[in-house]
């Protein structure tokens, strides 16, 4: 027989148990759909497809891994058997006296299975299948020692009196669609607000909280004048913010993500990024990171002053021969989240190349007055939405009559990034290009001109090699 502490529980149609079984218990008698019904037709299936490669590395390498590490409830069915509900009342107890009655009337209980019951988790079968594996040793992970005797809560449900079980499966379908359809995942926003394993997102908050440039102007780290603290990762025209919350992050990922960590990995395990932000690392290893982004940072921002400007007056896509003179807004492209994409994309690459003149140490982190010599060539770079190279590439006419413009949309954007990653590289200085290779660029740029802008492409294309860096 199988014992188990429980709470009796009701809601809608349902009522179920919460028990507490250990990991060993866990692993023992529960199964999964498969086992229960084998090849079962469609119309019979209650469990969705095993990921199994996830279950067995993502999962369990959490559990092997993580100190902290906790679980939410594991919904199982039982199905068959006897299973029988012994009420504990506590309202007689003298010490319970002043809570009220009525409410510790069977709430509390044992449940016992005859043992002939057979379990499958309707939801947490990812997490079923990491545990039996690890206690199994068939992963290339090693749990805590004593990892059996943990415990989680388990949520059993069973047919009420007289249900069939062709209608009970009916009711588990239902129950599995429910369980996940309305189940909704931390947003993007919310885990780098939230995390505590991602040292990124740990760095990103303390640039937020501490750096001068970043911090906020008031006792608040949401009321923010150049970060956006909201969801989402565009800006509106005549916002002040610089950027988004969530745009930040991935620039500062991306800044992180050197030529040595895209070849040898991430902290001293040498992990893919992917298993590095499922972890925390040592404080002192977040402390580098985080100085490492401050170093990057104060030289981006001492190259190109303008990202200290005020958002409101760097998005204006009116063309500058219809702006009002006593107006002083401009279209900057650097206030563009796709754009500060690229731009650090290209910082990284001075960095890399720097650090690469310098020597052969992987340790090697740049000095604020290396950094600022590495990506110096960016200060020579144009800017300005309205000129070559951005103008009719990345920023093209909203109408006919050309006084309304707007960043490109549609399918072939990425392709039209993918030319001004090309173009900004070269005028940097990054990968120069002879002749041939400088025409064939010439020809890709002069594809996306409008029929308008024909007679001025000469003009236009001696401009952009103007901008190349010797």
């Avoid at 001492?302 to 219809?322: I, Q, V």
Wanted: with cysteine; aromatic share 10%; hydrophobic share 40%.
């Amino acid at each position: 027989m199988q014992i188990y502490p429980a709470v009796q529980a009701k809601i809608g149609r349902w009522h179920y148990y919460l028990a507490r079984m250990s990991m060993l218990e866990i692993s023992q008698n529960i199964g999964f759909a498969e086992d229960i019904h084998g090849a079962t037709e469609l119309s019979q299936a209650i469990q969705r497809g095993l990921k199994k490669s996830r279950s067995t590395s993502e999962i369990a390498q959490y559990l092997a891994r993580h100190e902290d590490r906790f679980f939410s409830s594991i919904v199982v069915a039982a199905l068959g058997g006897d299973p029988q509900w012994h009420s504990v009342s506590l309202e007689d107890d003298p010490q319970f006296n002043l809570l009220g009655r009525g409410r510790l009337t069977e709430a509390f209980g044992v449940l016992t299975f005859d043992g002939t019951e057979k379990y499958y988790a309707l939801d947490g079968q990812h997490r079923l299948f990491a545990i039996k594996h690890l206690l199994s040793n068939e992963t290339n992970y090693s749990p805590d020692p004593n990892f059996r005797d943990e415990e989680v809560s388990v949520l059993i449900v069973t047919p009420q009196q007289l249900e069939d079980e062709e209608s009970f499966i009916v009711r588990y379908r239902r129950l599995f669609g429910h369980l996940n359809r309305y189940a909704k995942p931390m947003s993007d926003y919310d885990n780098i607000i939230m995390d505590e394993d991602d040292a990124i997102a740990i760095a990103t908050r303390r640039l937020i909280s501490d750096h001068p440039f970043f911090r906020s102007v008031t006792d608040s780290d949401f009321d923010h004048s150049r970060i956006y603290m909201e969801a989402g990762k565009n800006i509106k025209a005549g916002s002040n913010w610089l950027t988004t919350l969530e745009v930040f992050y991935k620039l500062n990922t991306r800044l992180l993500l050197s030529r040595e960590r895209r070849n040898k990995g991430w902290g001293e395990g040498g992990e893919t990024l992917k298993i590095y932000q499922r972890f925390r690392p040592s404080e002192e290893e977040i402390d580098l990171l985080a100085d490492e982004l401050t170093v990057y940072w104060d030289a981006l921002i001492h190259t190109l002053p303008m990202l200290g400007k005020d958002g409101a007056l760097m998005r204006d896509h009116t063309p500058p021969e219809l702006r009002l003179e006593d107006k002083e807004s401009q279209d900057c492209v650097l206030f563009w989240p796709i754009v500060q994409v690229l731009l650090v994309d290209l910082a990284r690459e001075l960095f890399d190349d720097a650090i690469h003149r310098l020597g052969d140490d992987s340790n090697l982190q740049l000095s604020l007055e290396q950094a600022k010599h590495a990506i110096a060539p960016l200060s020579n770079l144009n800017w300005d939405a309205h000129s070559v190279p951005w103008r009719h590439v990345l920023l093209v006419p909203a109408n006919e009559t050309e006084d309304k413009w707007r960043i490109a949309a549609g399918p072939d954007r990425k392709q039209r990034l993918v030319l001004m990653e090309k173009i900004l590289r070269w005028q940097a200085g990054i990968v120069p290009l002879i002749d041939e290779e400088t025409e064939r660029l010439r020809q890709e740029w002069y594809g996306y001109l409008p029929a308008t802008a024909v007679d001025e492409a000469e003009l236009m294309w001696t401009q952009i090699k103007a901008g190349v860096i010797p």
